[in-house]
């Protein structure tokens, strides 16, 4: 199983932060091949490996070092229509801006924990739940969500990413269309919930 760690959401290295590393050894201790691919400062050399890195028939899953706002500079360097998505993303919060234009190409995308909060975040429980996860095959499809009304919804059209994100992209072209989808919506510190079905 092979999984590359990407960081596309900033501009700093994050092969220096403490916290990937430890993801990187929690990965390969569970039995995975991981790596974190280099860093570039600027969004189009970012987004050139991004665009490389999802492609790739030999990787398994790309998962997203961490958040941060600078993904919203990768948006126009990034050709969405002709965009192929051969591996499973991982990532949550800011990687919304990414998110929703890959949905609208028609590609799933997993909204969960960055790499770095599987040390910083997760407990031993959890990331071994995790890594079965990782190992099996992740598929969403039994989850048992509830709406803020308490009715139980499918995962099958379930959206979501960080509330202020998915509001500045209404309207845009990275937006897809989100009638009939199951809206999860969450903002930075507050947990996300199910608000409604449009």
């Known amino acids: 199983m092979r999984i590359e760690v990407l960081n596309v959401c900033r501009s700093e290295p994050q092969a220096n932060d403490g916290y990937v590393q430890k993801a990187i050894e929690f990965l390969s201790d569970g039995g995975f091949e991981a790596q974190i691919l280099p860093d570039y400062q600027h969004p189009e050399e970012r ?15 790309t998962w997203i070092a961490r958040g941060g706002i600078e993904a919203a500079y990768l948006l126009p360097h990034i ?7 051969n591996n499973t ?13 890959i ?21 031993e429980s959890e990331r071994k739940e995790i890594f079965r996860l990782l190992d099996e095959g ?4 039994h989850l048992d969500l ?16 960080t509330l202020q994100i998915l509001l500045n992209l209404l309207g845009t072209q990275y937006c897809p269309d989100l009638r009939g989808r199951n809206l999860y919506v969450e903002h930075h510190y507050i947990p996300g919930r199910i608000l409604f079905r449009s």
């Open 89 to 101: 993303l991982i990532e949550a919060s800011d990687f919304t801006h990414l998110a929703l234009p």
């Open 146 to 161: 509830l709406s803020i009304n308490g009715r139980k919804l499918t995962t099958e059209a379930l959206v979501g990413g």
């Open 103 to 123: 949905l609208k190409s028609g590609f799933p995308v997993l909204y969960g924990a960055d790499a770095r909060s599987l040390s910083l975040l997760l407990d």
């Open 47 to 61: 987004a050139r490996l991004f665009v490389e890195t999802v492609s790739r028939k030999d990787v398994d899953y």
């Open 79 to 85: 050709d969405f229509l002709s965009l192929k998505v």
């Open 138 to 141: 992740i598929d969403n499809s």
